[in-house]
């Protein structure tokens, strides 16, 4: 079922719903008073919004896949959807409200069984608060082109579906299997002009070779081979086999591999292009999951409230939305069977919040700690200055107050391994303050979360071995079991024998390496 979004409408008095049902001409209309509230009061920008209502199993597939209702076919989607299904059905984990698409327009995805005033929920938060910050944040600026997202979902869901009835499922789910085992490190973190150019030489990769086979000359079978016990490895790294033509080093395997690997055949490429493509979309929210959930949790809680004040809303409804409101914000304790980490959503909406006291009710510390904000009589301007501005760890560094600190209890502890014992690094104080924001930000810093791993040496022309290094932080080496296993997908994709070499960036001494060789397809 679907719901396609007006103009704003004209805001009429008394309630814009009573009750629990709804139905598509109420959606339209709560959908249109939350836009009015959003656009005129809190000065919000967003694409134009399509809302998609669906069945909690529809739910249970598009949350399975990725969170994304037009994905290609994967096993592993339908092994998600499995697990999913099971928890959901034992009551041991409760369904996403919502879930929404960075695209041009914006799709947004509901539940049937939602309440009205869960309907109003999803949308003032979806519809508007992640639609804004899709829209405005500089990283989906660089990164994301919102108006090929539909038609690139599309084209992966057809070019799959004909690939699985040309070639064969096993075949097909072979190469995404190796693809999906090196989706993060298929992304490219730097100089987003380069996502256009890499484009262009992958395109041109793949013409070379469509021409190269089309003109294929089996008499090139004939020609003299090398003297037997000759140095091959040698003489073709003389000859420019490992080149900069290359590109090397290179941090976006998939790319590589889809530019350079000697075996696959075009729609292999193809697929690991859909794959990659897939990693870059992510790559954003990625660095922004506390400022995109504690955008649109802020501006959920806004127009529900500001609703409420304005007389649209009843007390029933302000209650069932508080009830809601208040268990996606639960930061569990360390110690209870619900922690799993800091919550996103509560350390985002307190932050925003913390920005928006800060602006209008500072203290002397908030004077102390920002004073280019503080006092500024304007937090709506602040907060959406920050929203385009700034991902997680940036946010954190600049905006992490004393306040929230002492709220969520926060405090930083060295754990390192050669001590039988933990120490306390940081406290509340002015120095202890600044070590936590450091650490926390830290965190939310996927460049340093996530191994860096390079290709630095390939051989096209003998050996064709394939050598990656991984660059050691911290003393923090790769677990060897998921290394290999994770290294023999490379091999499968390459071709060919692989090496990987791990590198210590302080001390620069090398650790053993390890070797996989291609297995048959």
Not at 51 to 62: H, K, P, R, S, Y
Not at 357 to 373: L, M, S, V, Y
Not at 398 to 419: C, E, N
Request: aromatic letters at 10%.
């Amino acid at each position: 079922m679907t719901a396609k979004a007006g103009p704003a409408g004209g805001r009429g008095a008394g309630l814009l719903f009573e009750g629990a049902e709804w139905n598509f001409d109420l959606l339209r209309r709560v959908h249109d008073g939350i836009e009015e509230v959003a656009l005129g009061e809190l000065g919000l920008d967003v694409y134009r919004n399509q809302i998609e209502v669906i069945t909690a199993e529809q739910m249970l597939d598009a949350y399975a896949s990725v969170g994304m209702p037009l994905m290609y076919r994967h096993w592993s989607f339908g092994k998600h959807f499995v697990r999913e299904e099971t928890l959901y059905r034992k009551g041991a984990q409760a369904l996403a409200y919502e879930l929404v698409i960075n695209s041009n327009p914006c799709v947004c995805y509901v539940m049937e069984e939602n309440t009205i005033t869960m309907q109003a929920l999803v949308i003032a938060h979806a519809a508007f608060g992640h639609n804004h910050f899709f829209k405005n944040n500089y990283l989906f600026k660089q990164w994301t082109d919102a108006d090929t997202v539909l038609d690139e979902l599309a084209h992966a869901k057809r070019f799959v579906q004909h690939c699985e009835d040309r070639y064969g499922i096993d075949a097909v789910e072979s190469v995404l299997d190796a693809a999906h085992a090196l989706m993060r490190h298929g992304v490219s973190r730097y100089a987003p002009s380069r996502q256009r150019d890499e484009r262009d030489a992958a395109g041109k990769a793949r013409a070379r070779a469509v021409h190269e086979e089309a003109t294929y000359n089996d008499l090139w079978r004939t020609v003299p081979k090398k003297p037997s016990g000759e140095p091959v490895e040698e003489a073709d790294s003389e000859n420019g086999g490992d080149g900069p033509e290359l590109g090397l080093p290179e941090e976006n395997l998939l790319l590589f591999l889809e530019r350079f690997a000697p075996k696959l055949e075009n729609w292999q490429r193809e697929l690991i292009a859909i794959v990659r493509r897939n990693a870059q979309y992510f790559y954003p929210q990625r660095q922004t999951k506390l400022m995109n959930e504690g955008c649109a949790t802020f501006v959920h809680y806004e127009i529900l409230n500001r609703l409420y004040e304005a007389g649209r809303i009843g007390e029933g409804s302000i209650l069932e939305f508080l009830h809601s409101h208040s268990s996606v914000v639960t930061q569990p304790d360390f110690d209870d069977r619900r922690f799993s980490g800091i919550n996103p959503y509560a350390l985002g909406f307190a932050m925003m919040r913390d920005i928006q006291r800060i602006c209008e009710e500072p203290t002397a510390e908030d004077r102390d700690w920002f004073p280019g904000i503080a006092g500024n009589g304007d937090a709506l301007a602040t907060l959406r200055s920050a929203w385009a501005d700034y991902r997680d760890e940036s946010f954190v560094l600049q905006y992490l107050s004393p306040k929230v600190i002492r709220d969520f209890r926060m405090f930083a502890l060295s754990d390192d391994t050669t001590s039988t014992f933990m120490r306390v690094d940081a406290i509340h104080e002015e120095e202890g303050y600044r070590d936590v924001r450091r650490a926390l930000a830290r965190q939310y810093d996927p460049g340093h979360q996530d191994p860096d791993i390079q290709v630095v040496e390939a051989n096209l022309k003998g050996s064709r071995r394939l050598v990656l290094k991984h660059v050691v932080r911290d003393g923090k080496r790769l677990e060897r079991k998921e290394a290999e296993r994770v290294l023999a997908h490379v091999a499968r994709l390459w071709g060919y024998r692989v090496r990987l070499i791990e590198v210590d960036a302080e001390t620069g001494t090398t650790y053993e390496g390890l070797e996989a060789l291609a297995m048959p397809w």
